[in-house]
């Protein structure tokens, strides 16, 4: 290979380059078709294909064709009959065929890279079923990639060949063998088909008590049977001034478009936190904010810092929708993940694009005080962009917020939710706060009505009610306690120090694993969240559980206590 590889749709006169090397490699090599003058091999007309092609350079060095399901015909019905292939033929049957690599290329990357590029095309166009016929060549190729016999071999020139089937699924589970040989050729090739080199990835956020209640919401009264401790949503009810507003104006608000940019809301924030009405960008969640901000302001070529652990989502954006690349902040497990401010203020001296914090922590809890975080920010280059997570600081204390300090500073940025803490996670507000440079390219980029009209009257009502919530963050600071001693009776014993409506802990070693655990509590109606994924040193032992009222804790303690004894029980037999 001279350069990189290109990857892409064949087109114009592709098609004549590609019609010579089937020619060489099918009638002149191969001889399984005859030679001709015009030294050329086309297609049959009942088959209608497109072909993906590999360039070094400006010279086309390979291709792979895809035929759709609304080709009159499959190339694979030349050889077999429909009936002998046990697959059904409907809308969604894509074939692959000829995976040809030129002589002089073929110890190359150029056909697998070839081959996962006609995956991802089908999986890109509604496909769930691939067909294919393999010559013994690259047949065990087909097969490692999750394919499987489905008929008879049979022979054609010089060469036996077998019709192979695979679900998408089944690729996709068999590809997951193959990440560091993805990574390798993600590396490799400049990818020009109009379509991501992965499948875009869904990111997680718990929820999966939805599985129990039902996604549908026919039956919303079985709420009252499981306890969703796998999500972070306040144990307690929105203000009554909230409630008493969306209940009195419910037919009114629902049918009535919100003002376009929440003015009104925005004026309350900014009141409410001392600082200025440009100082705020509202948004439906602070989920759609990051989405928005990390997008705009980083490229494939950002470096990032993130801790280690840290909530999945950042994560996600970072490494998988936007392509930074990211480094991590490890914290240790043996010092309970607590942040040293001034080991990171020393990583971050360093020379990075953007740094995401989130302070309090998830799924840690842990918290650094807003005079430390501020002597950390005052030592970072003023070109790092410093973006601070504060969606439990009010479980601390809103005298800890950072919103005044970004109001001043371009280089910070705050992003709060008004959901966990406020007991609105089914409306969805948030907002940014930072300086009106900072958030003035953000604007043009929010659409009118990002923010539901029950969500900018019930966090009004929220915000001019300080009082009932630092009731509620009082109490929930008990709870907590109380679970935390409810945990150790029930023999957790490494338990995480936070400060916010979570507590992280991890399971003895001669126990159960988190995994067990959470299958064991589930059967039993408790849903709690396996926190192993969210850092790189977590183990598969970590838990965290959402604190609830004081009887859904005494609940989940009992089944915890008993989905314990269980799996101990299980293992030991």
Not at 42 to 52: C, F, G, K, L, P
Not at 546 to 555: G, H, P, Q, S
Request: charged share 25%; proline share 5%.
């Amino acid at each position: 290979m001279t350069t990189r590889m290109k990857i892409t749709l064949a087109q114009g006169d592709d098609a004549r380059v590609i019609d010579h090397i089937r020619h060489d490699v099918y009638a002149a090599e191969l001889r399984q078709f005859r030679s001709n003058t015009d030294e050329t091999l086309r297609d049959r007309a009942e088959v209608q294909s497109v072909y993906i092609a590999a360039f070094d350079g400006t010279e086309l060095i390979g291709f792979v064709g895809i035929t759709p399901p609304s080709s009159p015909r499959y190339s694979i019905e030349n050889h077999v009959r429909q009936t002998d292939l046990n697959v059904p033929f409907d809308e969604h049957l894509f074939e692959i065929r000829a995976l040809t690599v030129v002589d002089q290329s073929r110890g190359s990357f150029a056909a697998a890279a070839l081959m996962y590029a006609a995956f991802r095309w089908i999986q890109a166009h509604g496909g769930n079923q691939v067909i294919a016929i393999g010559h013994r060549k690259v047949s065990d190729m087909y097969v490692r990639l999750g394919m499987r016999p489905i008929g008879e071999r049979f022979q054609c020139g010089e060469l036996d060949y077998e019709p192979l089937a695979a679900t998408i699924g089944e690729v996709e589970a068999e590809l997951t063998r193959f990440e560091a040989r993805l990574k390798r050729l993600e590396a490799r090739v400049d990818w020009d088909l109009g379509i991501p080199f992965r499948p875009s990835a869904e990111c997680y956020h718990g929820g999966a008590f939805f599985e129990a209640i039902g996604d549908t919401f026919s039956d919303l009264a079985r709420r009252d049977e499981i306890i969703n401790a796998d999500v972070l949503d306040a144990w307690f009810p929105p203000c009554p001034a909230a409630q008493a507003a969306l209940h009195e104006h419910m037919s009114w608000i629902m049918r009535t478009s919100p003002p376009n940019h929440a003015e009104g809301l925005v004026k309350t924030i900014a009141a409410a936190r001392g600082v200025e009405p440009r100082n705020i960008l509202p948004g439906g969640g602070s989920s759609p904010l990051i989405f928005l901000a990390l997008r705009h302001w980083l490229t494939p070529e950002s470096r990032v810092l993130i801790l280690d652990p840290m909530y999945g989502e950042y994560a996600h954006v970072l490494e998988k929708v936007v392509g930074c690349r990211v480094d991590r902040f490890k914290l240790e497990r043996a010092e309970g993940y607590e942040v040293d401010p001034a080991r990171l203020a020393e990583k971050l001296e360093e020379g990075f694009d953007l740094v995401a914090w989130v302070n309090p922590n998830s799924p840690t809890g842990r918290h650094v005080p807003r005079a430390d975080v501020e002597a950390v920010l005052r030592r970072v280059p003023r070109r790092t962009k410093i973006w601070i997570d504060e969606t439990y600081v009010e479980y601390v204390g809103s005298g800890q917020s950072l919103e005044a300090f970004a109001a001043k500073n371009d280089h910070v940025v705050v992003v709060k939710s008004m959901s966990k803490v406020y007991g609105l996670s089914g409306l969805r507000a948030g907002y940014l706060c930072g300086t009106a440079k900072t958030l003035a390219p953000l604007r043009g980029l929010t659409p009118p009505w990002s923010v539901s009209l029950p969500a900018q009257v019930a966090a009004v009502k929220a915000l001019e009610s300080p009082d009932y919530y630092a009731e509620r963050y009082e109490q929930t600071h008990r709870l907590r306690a109380e679970l935390i001693d409810g945990l150790r009776e029930i023999g957790v014993t490494e338990i995480v120090p936070g400060v916010a409506n979570f507590v992280l802990f991890h399971l003895p070693d001669d126990g159960p694993d988190g995994e067990s655990l959470i299958g064991a509590c589930r059967d039993r109606g408790l849903f709690i969240r396996d926190a192993a994924e969210m850092g790189s040193g977590m183990g598969d032992r970590a838990i965290r559980v959402a604190v609830k009222d004081a009887e859904t804790n005494r609940r989940a303690l009992k089944i915890l206590g008993a989905a314990l004894a269980r799996t101990e029980v299980c293992r030991g037999s």
